[in-house]
């Protein structure tokens, strides 16, 4: 091919190369924009599922709190006894992103002769069957009333208190070192509480019939002695707080999902029935001790 009919040719190739490469950045802008629209969607879907993926985080139930922190009104209060209250078998707790279940159990709590907003604390826990003493403290931070408006079924307890209120406390116990697979327990604690006519500081059941109640939420970490392994642990009274929203399927009462039975909670599966009378409960065996003593 002669020069002059190479040059003709490069400039026909040319010149239908152009419109082609105005077709393929079209295309690609096409593609582009809608990968943009789709991650942006994908962001949005995953920010609001994100906000959704955890229940039983109000512990006041809707009750409004009155802001202000009234501590030093309440310093001649003991409230030991709140955490004190309620029997181990309706004591829920988690430990682990698995939900694996964690018994715990206050044996004693104490307040400070020195200092009216700590407390002293034994107890004990179990993941398991692994069974662990610990020590420890709670320290009440703030304390505030609430404007109560519901006062049990038709307010059959509308003349039995003069005050209701919440306190959030941080909490410090300290599992044995010399026993297997122990660590620290730390977090935040929310109690609700009342005063009764006497002004004696009372556990608040009031509103213990409604659905989603629960008390003495423990929320926060466990910490492994001696290393970075470190899990989510939260307890409460009646409901597990600040928990994964497939977990607890229970509306009137507390419930576990059947993806997690096998991390200890069958025996509420047992306890409620489900699914159908498809899991048979064993016939009664006698009664023996306690797991904590």
Same mark, same amino acid.
């Given at each position: 091919?002669? #020069?002059?009919?190479?040059?003709?040719?490069?400039?026909?190739?040319? =010149?239908?190369?152009?419109?082609?490469?105005?077709?393929?950045?079209?295309?690609?802008?096409?593609? !582009?924009?809608?990968? %943009?629209?789709?991650?942006?969607?994908?962001?949005?879907?995953?920010?609001?599922?994100?906000?959704?993926?955890?229940?039983?985080?109000?512990?006041?139930?809707?009750?409004?709190?009155?802001?202000?922190?009234?501590?030093?009104?309440?310093?001649?209060?003991?409230?030991?006894?709140?955490?004190?209250?309620?029997?181990?078998?309706?004591?829920?707790?988690?430990?682990?992103?698995?939900?694996?279940?964690?018994?715990?159990?206050?044996?004693?709590?104490?307040?400070?002769?020195?200092?009216? &907003?700590?407390?002293?604390?034994?107890?004990?826990? =179990?993941?398991?069957?692994?069974?662990?003493?610990?020590?420890?403290?709670?320290?009440?931070?703030?304390?505030?009333?609430?404007?109560?408006?519901?006062?049990?079924?038709?307010?059959?307890?509308?003349?039995?208190?003069?005050?209701?209120?919440?306190?959030?406390?941080?909490?410090?116990?300290?599992?044995?070192?010399?026993?297997?697979? =122990?660590?620290?327990?730390?977090?935040?604690?929310?109690?609700?509480?009342?005063?009764?006519?006497?002004?004696?500081?009372?556990?608040?059941?009031?509103?213990?019939?409604?659905?989603?109640? &629960?008390?003495?939420?423990?929320?926060?970490?466990?910490?492994?002695?001696? !290393?970075?392994?470190?899990?989510?642990?939260?307890?409460?009274?009646?409901?597990?707080?600040?928990?994964?929203?497939? &977990?607890?399927?229970?509306?009137?009462? &507390?419930?576990?999902?059947?993806?997690?039975?096998?991390?200890?909670?069958?025996?509420?599966?047992?306890?409620?029935?489900? #699914?159908?009378?498809?899991?048979?409960?064993?016939?009664?065996? %006698?009664?023996?001790?306690?797991?904590?003593?």
């Amino acid at each position: 091919m002669n #020069p002059h009919s190479l040059l003709v040719s490069l400039s026909r190739a040319a =010149s239908f190369a152009k419109p082609w490469a105005g077709i393929r950045k079209y295309f690609h802008s096409c593609i !582009s924009m809608k990968h %943009k629209i789709f991650i942006i969607l994908l962001l949005l879907s995953s920010i609001n599922l994100f906000s959704q993926t955890l229940c039983r985080t109000d512990i006041l139930n809707g009750e409004k709190i009155i802001p202000e922190n009234q501590l030093i009104d309440f310093k001649e209060y003991d409230f030991s006894n709140l955490w004190l209250k309620t029997e181990n078998n309706s004591i829920y707790g988690v430990i682990g992103d698995d939900n694996q279940r964690i018994l715990m159990k206050i044996l004693s709590a104490k307040k400070d002769n020195n200092n009216p &907003f700590e407390y002293f604390i034994l107890g004990k826990s =179990s993941v398991k069957g692994n069974i662990c003493d610990f020590t420890g403290k709670i320290t009440i931070q703030k304390i505030q009333k609430s404007e109560r408006t519901k006062f049990g079924i038709d307010d059959e307890f509308n003349n039995h208190s003069t005050t209701h209120g919440l306190l959030i406390a941080k909490y410090e116990f300290f599992e044995s070192k010399d026993q297997k697979h =122990s660590g620290t327990f730390t977090g935040e604690l929310k109690t609700k509480w009342f005063l009764d006519k006497n002004y004696q500081v009372k556990y608040d059941n009031i509103n213990a019939h409604s659905d989603g109640y &629960f008390n003495n939420a423990f929320v926060g970490i466990w910490k492994m002695y001696n !290393s970075n392994t470190e899990k989510k642990c939260n307890w409460g009274d009646y409901r597990v707080p600040n928990i994964d929203c497939d &977990f607890d399927i229970g509306v009137g009462e &507390f419930n576990v999902s059947e993806k997690y039975w096998n991390k200890g909670w069958l025996d509420i599966a047992l306890n409620n029935k489900i #699914p159908n009378g498809a899991i048979v409960e064993p016939k009664a065996s %006698k009664a023996g001790r306690a797991w904590w003593q």
